[in-house]
């Protein structure tokens, strides 16, 4: 077979994306952009002319597989057709210089708030812009913004390579998308960036300060999603309850949810990554008085003790969080609650430990994630004193997994018998012998698994339909269902 040329065949960008859904939103967006200017995607490297790996910053072990991917990508390069390698992500915005320095192969680099520049990095000539188009819209920031500003919580002046202004860029409803989910499911980012000042993250300084999409480009969004066929709905944003904080509207997430519920053709819509104080009564009832927003909240706690969360720069402490998860389950009957915790964070003592242990057995949360501390160049904790050694974080790790595992089993046991809805989401990735599918209680890529073993009636069910389904079996963390 000859060559393509780009007089008789479009160029075929393959696209690598790494890390969380917000990063997936983005190469989604990039996907779009590339596509609407004529370009091929393709899910294959060894075709792609040109390769782009959407990299992910947030820890040490993410840079790790970013750089790996990276390097992978270089390899095939080396050996095949593509001609262009981009690098794009939030690694570029921590490491743009190095990247391009150590990694030759590396053809251009496109930071988070650049995406638009994926075409010129690509080679590929841009499509006229679409009407109404307008990304780079700059909205009024929070007040919070300015004052962390001022005590450099934005600073990335020591970043080696870093472009000084801040990532600013935010999609909506007119910026091409083209969706990686199944054709049911879709994230929708309302936010981007984040204000708040929790001393081991550098995501501010990565993502810029918070801004929200606006209010009916959210809307119009979902309405588009839906009319294609999209039947679950995703909000997600570094913190989605600060929504519309800096649109001047009070309220906001309730406001978008309560909106999005009358779109008729959704199902199911959920919101991720709560910040614990901005968690409203309002909200509350939002939740549980609109059918198709799932009960289910996901509420990243970082830690339990009060001291702990202080250092962290965050707040709260295991009282406080107490009473409020039992208020989330008093208005919110048959609520799913997930959280992630940082263990070994500096100065952390065993009776801090000891703390969190006893809060994770008190709270009894549905899942739950828990992260090893590590240092981050730029975080504010990298100078705090303290410091633990890796194998004992390890250990403490593995030990509030080891105490989740039983709350989780006990919990998931005591469902069996119980009849919900399922999404179905077809044969398994693990066995041919199952189908896989999601209830409200599972959010799509991080929680656990419901398998099907039993269609009954249902021998002609297809992937991206709900069906009402019972409980048979419960494992740690799996569900194995059989539709009724
Ligand atoms: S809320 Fe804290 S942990 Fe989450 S992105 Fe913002 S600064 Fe990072």
Redesign the pocket.
């Known amino acids: 077979m000859s060559k393509p040329t780009a007089t008789t065949e479009p160029v075929k960008v393959g696209f690598v994306s790494l890390g969380c859904p917000k990063n997936l939103v983005d190469s989604e967006v990039m996907m779009g952009l590339v596509a609407r200017a004529g370009a091929e995607l393709t899910p294959r490297a060894e075709d792609a002319d040109v390769i782009v790996v959407n990299t992910c910053s947030f820890i040490d072990r993410a840079q790790q597989e970013s750089v790996d991917t990276i390097l992978e990508m270089a390899a095939h390069k080396a050996a095949g057709r593509a001609k262009k390698l981009v690098v794009a992500g939030c690694l570029v915005e921590r490491f743009r210089n190095e990247i391009q320095r150590d990694i030759p192969e590396v053809d251009a680099v496109v930071g988070t708030g650049e995406l638009e520049n994926i075409l010129a990095a690509a080679g590929i000539a841009p499509a006229p812009p679409a009407n109404g188009s307008s990304p780079f819209v700059v909205l009024p920031s929070r007040p919070e913004a300015a004052v962390r500003a001022s005590r450099g919580r934005f600073a990335r002046s020591e970043w080696d390579g870093a472009i000084a202004d801040l990532p600013n860029y935010l999609y909506d409803e007119n910026t091409p998308r083209v969706l990686a989910t199944p054709r049911w499911s879709a994230y929708i980012k309302i936010a981007e960036g984040?204000d708040?000042p929790?001393s081991f993250?550098i995501?501010?300084q990565l993502r810029g300060k918070f801004r929200s999409r606006r209010f009916e480009s959210v809307v119009a969004e979902a309405e588009q999603l839906a009319r294609s066929g999209v039947r679950e709905i995703t909000l997600i944003g570094?913190?989605t309850t600060c929504y519309g904080e800096d649109l001047g509207l009070k309220e906001g997430l309730a406001l978008l949810l309560e909106r999005l519920a009358l779109i008729e053709e959704l199902r199911w819509i959920r919101f991720l990554y709560a910040?614990p104080n901005k968690i409203t009564g309002r909200l509350l009832e939002t939740v549980a008085g609109q059918e198709k927003i799932c009960s289910y909240i996901d509420v990243p706690l970082q830690h339990a003790s009060a001291g702990v969360l202080k250092r962290m720069k965050r707040g709260g402490g295991s009282h406080v969080f107490l009473r409020s998860i039992e208020k989330m389950h008093r208005t919110i009957p048959g609520l799913t609650l997930r959280t992630s915790f940082i263990v070994g964070f500096p100065g952390e003592t065993e009776r801090d430990f000891d703390e969190l242990c006893d809060f994770v057995r008190a709270a009894e949360f549905d899942w739950l994630g828990v992260f090893g501390y590590s240092d981050e160049d730029g975080a504010a904790s990298h100078a705090l004193g303290g410091k633990l050694p890796p194998a004992e974080i390890e250990q403490r790790r593995r030990k509030v997994m080891q105490i989740q595992k039983q709350i989780s089993r006990r919990r998931k046991k005591a469902l069996v018998g119980r009849r919900f809805d399922l999404l179905l989401e077809g044969p398994s990735a693990e066995t041919e012998l199952l189908w896989e599918g999601r209830s409200e209680m599972h959010a799509p890529e991080i929680d656990g698994k419901v398998f099907v073993n039993d269609f009954g009636d249902h021998a002609d069910a297809r992937p991206g339909e709900f069906y009402r389904c019972e409980l048979t079996e419960a494992h740690d963390y799996d569900l194995v269902v059989k539709l009724v």
């Open positions: 984040c708040h929790c993250c995501i501010p570094q913190d910040y």
